[in-house]
């Protein structure tokens, strides 16, 4: 019988609360939930092999101390002593099995004070009924690592997850493998789905063997940090795979990997390349050291002739020049890539703001067109703090990338075209200089219902100054002389006054830093958040100005494109979506100046510039005096209610 999520969420908390004081790393939480939660689910098993009359028992002999029910009559200084011993020496008790063994290797008892220590048992025993499902509560558990993310990896939310798994559809007797599987979440989740894809009425279909094979020869993963592997091994066995095929491995340095190939590979690999870059072994054909290119390479490589795949990648595998991600990008298209996911930047909140997609390849297709796919809301807010939404793209989204992969199985080709979804040919990406991935490259711009015939240009090809403004420490400010504008004075399409923060530099700091001026009219861009992206047009302050480094600034070439008009583009969703495909950073995301000359927009002519700026002006007027008259009556509110008191 399944708790519901609430209830776990609770029984999670409580269990914290009570050892948070004393283990503090949410890593090293989860590993003592784990190791006691294993005690005790193999102490119930003692005590059934006990009911039926079994001789093969667990806690016999030496051991019978170890029993969860006889640590808990201890206290104080000798309950610690017990759990100290029953934690780092389990592991060598002959009757428990393999997995279980592998949990605790290398185990070490932290919970260390006599009190919290006793309390967080007694809870532990008080809460683990019969009634409670072990492998939901420890998916309810894992999500704690997110919040420590040091790794390079953020745990990928469950419903993405089974969305990706479905989409690729695995079948009895094929291999599947995760190769930087964390604590395993998509091996349970493609573990349950193939039991209940043969399971009618309440049973398996599989014969003896196909069960056997289901079991021992079809779940494969491996990762570099012994704990995650320690965690998957407890979550693949809490979900009925006793004897899981995860082991410790690195994937970029081992070469013995390199000789398994496999029928399903499903994925979230690490994005954060280490300073000096990736080590890898000299088995990868493609010359880069960036951690997610040589993730990808091994994966698609290691698909047997008939594989699939589905991973999230970051953005940069999406867009990015260098030649490792264009040598990538080609790879994915030679190797039956058919269609791109591309979830929303707050996907993994509150652990990281990362924008990524999800890239699904099938070798047995061959198709003439790429499936892109915008998933707006995924069933949960983007913000910090994620809660359920009724919002959610994924069911639909599941239906239609089915569809579609059918279509291409049985040779038709269709063409789709919608706000969040749209078919691309191959050959037009082929034909492209980087071959990016991003669909939003190649969809043709709707204006006013009508698809657009005005060009879409990058930024960096419509001006005459491209340009950062100047590194300014605290030391060289001062409180008067030549204005220094920062991103806070740049909002959403306005200039924002801050003349009680506002800071300055002499005109010696100027001349000495070979500081760059900047000019009423001028369009300064904020490369930071929040949003990065935002613009304004510099106003005129009767003063020198200068701007920080973390804005661009750009003086455009009016023959091409009006500032103003930009301005007025700049404040719409359309273009903070075409500034996220060039986000870079996981913990707190920019773009960079190089990335941002990349991003292209609309350009119509002069005339037509002017003439949208002329009928935006005529709106803004209207709400600039709407505003008035709001303003103006609730001053005649205030009136009233005021005259009410002073009677």
């Known amino acids: 019988m399944s708790t519901r999520p609430q209830e776990l969420n609770k029984i999670i908390a409580d269990l914290r609360q009570i050892i948070v004081g004393k283990v503090a790393m949410p890593t090293d939480q989860i590993e003592q939930i784990t190791l006691f939660l294993f005690l005790k689910q193999l102490s119930k098993k003692h005590d059934e092999l006990v009911r039926i009359g079994s001789k093969e028992l667990i806690f016999t002999g030496d051991w019978e101390r170890y029993h969860f029910d006889v640590l808990v009559r201890h206290s104080g200084e000798d309950l610690v002593k017990e759990c100290r011993e029953a934690v780092e020496s389990l592991y060598k008790n002959p009757h428990i099995d393999p997995t279980v063994r592998k949990v605790f290797e290398r185990s070490y008892l932290k919970i260390l004070d006599p009190k919290v220590l006793s309390s967080f048992l007694i809870y532990l025993n008080d809460k683990f009924s019969d009634g409670l499902d072990l492998g939901d509560f420890y998916e309810s ?57 043969y399971t009618d009425k309440g049973r398996l279909t599989l014969n003896p063997e196909q069960i056997k094979q289901l079991y021992n020869d079809t779940i494969y993963g491996w990762d570099m940090e012994p704990l995650m592997v320690k965690f998957s091994l407890a979550n693949l066995y809490l979900h009925g795979l006793k004897v899981p095929n995860v082991s410790e491995n690195d994937t970029l340095l081992n070469e013995n990997l390199w000789q398994h190939t496999f029928d399903i590979i499903v994925a979230n690999p690490p994005f954060i390349t280490p300073t000096g870059g990736a080590k890898r072994h000299s088995r990868f054909a493609i010359a880069s050291n960036k951690t997610e290119v040589l ?87 983007l913000n910090t703090n994620p809660v359920p939404i009724k919002a959610n793209d994924l069911p639909e989204a599941l239906k239609l990338i089915g569809r579609y992969r059918k279509s291409i199985q049985e040779n038709k080709t269709i063409s789709l075209s919608d706000q969040k979804y749209f078919t691309v040919p191959i050959e037009r990406i082929v034909k492209s200089s980087d071959r990016i991935l991003s669909g939003r490259l190649y969809k043709e711009k709707k204006i006013n219902g009508t698809t657009s015939s005005w060009e879409c240009v990058e930024i960096g090809k419509l001006t005459k100054v491209f340009a950062d403004g100047n590194w300014i420490e605290s030391k060289d400010q001062s409180t008067e002389g030549i204005r220094l504008l920062q991103t806070g004075n740049v909002g959403i399409g306005e200039y924002k006054d801050k003349d009680g923060r506002a800071r300055y530099i002499s005109e010696e700091t100027f001349k000495r830093l070979g500081c760059t001026e900047i000019f009423p009219g001028d369009v300064l861009v904020s490369r930071l958040p929040d949003p990065v992206g935002r613009v304004c047009i510099v106003p005129k302050l009767n003063t020198k100005m200068i701007t920080a480094v973390d804005c661009t600034i750009i003086r455009f070439d009016e023959t091409k494109i009006l500032p103003k008009y930009f301005l007025f583009l700049s404040k719409s969703k359309s273009y903070f979506e075409e500034i996220s495909r060039y986000l870079t950073g996981a913990s707190r995301q920019r773009i960079s100046r190089s990335n941002l000359a990349k991003v292209k927009i609309p350009v119509p002519p002069i005339e037509t510039q002017q003439k949208i700026i002329s009928e935006i002006e005529v709106y803004q007027k209207k709400i600039d005096d709407h505003k008035k008259d709001i303003d103006s009556l609730n001053e005649e509110i205030e009136t009233k209610v005021k005259s009410i008191w002073e009677g």
């Open 295 to 381: 993730f990808s390479e091994w994966m698609v490589h290691h698909l047997n002739f008939n594989g699939r795949m589905g991973i999230i990648v970051p953005e940069g595998i999406i867009f990015d020049s260098s030649k490792g991600h264009q040598a990538i990008r080609k790879l994915f298209l030679d190797n039956g890539l058919w269609c791109v996911v591309s979830l929303p930047s707050g996907v993994f909140q509150p652990y990281a703001g990362v924008k990524t997609s999800i890239i699904f390849l099938d070798k047995t297709l061959k198709p003439e067109n790429i499936l892109f796919y915008d998933i707006e809301n995924h069933g949960y807010s």
């Open 141 to 197: 558990l894992l999500p704690i690592l997110g919040t420590q993310n040091e790794l390079g990896q953020f745990r990928t939310p469950r419903h993405i997850i089974d969305f990706m798994v479905r989409v690729v559809d695995p079948s009895i007797g094929e291999k599947i493998a995760d190769p930087a599987c964390g604590t395993a979440g998509f091996l349970v989740s493609t573990f349950n789905y193939l039991k209940e894809k």
